[in-house]
């Protein structure tokens, strides 16, 4: 089952692990898409808030991304630039830390969670490992995040994968829609509309 057109926006409350809500607006065309939103939470005592955009091209390969963020050490900001296939600039520099990292992982984010199902296409019984730029909320540090797909059986028409991010010694299982956007994230976020 491919996915869909995309909505013209989406929006998630976050719970669990932070509380706070993203709202992104989605716009496609030949040469891809571009998802330009803005998350705010309060996590672990201390709130912060972002606004991002994001171009992906219409193989859904992120190549630019834009990320601003404020929390109560002031703002910031940090751009990242693919450089060619799983390679990066960061405001500019190369960051060879991120070779072989194809797709961005806002940590502020959920949508971005999209981007290596879209990419990917996976059949049922399928995985992948999917190492993402990673983009801190809090300082907007961009660090390398291993991550895994595996495809599972379609439920209600709605795609789902088991993912994991060892690092964080997280597994769930995402459920998306007909448009390939997430309807929720346990223990971090769940779809409103």
Request: hydrophobic share 40%.
């Amino acid at each position: 089952m491919a996915f869909g057109q995309l909505p013209a926006f989406a929006a998630w409350r976050h719970r669990g692990a932070r509380q706070g809500f993203e709202v992104v607006f989605l716009r496609t065309g030949p040469e891809g898409s571009r998802l330009e939103g803005s998350s705010t939470g309060v996590e672990g005592g201390q709130a912060w808030a972002a606004e991002y955009a994001i171009d992906v091209d219409a193989g859904w390969v992120t190549r630019h991304v834009r990320v601003r963020a404020q929390s109560a050490t002031g703002s910031r900001q940090v751009r990242l630039e693919s450089s060619g296939p799983g390679s990066w600039l960061v405001d500019g520099v190369p960051a060879p830390h991120l070779d072989g990292c194809v797709d961005v992982d806002l940590e502020s984010s959920v949508v971005t969670n999209a981007l290596p199902v879209h990419r990917l296409g996976l059949g049922v019984g399928d995985e992948a490992d999917v190492p993402a730029a990673f983009v801190r909320a809090f300082d907007l540090t961009v660090e390398r995040l291993d991550q895994r797909y595996l495809r599972l059986d379609d439920e209600g028409g709605h795609q789902r994968y088991a993912y994991a991010a060892p690092r964080f010694d997280y597994t769930g299982r995402l459920g998306y829609d007909g448009s390939g956007l997430l309807l929720e994230y346990p223990g971090i976020a769940e779809r409103t509309i």
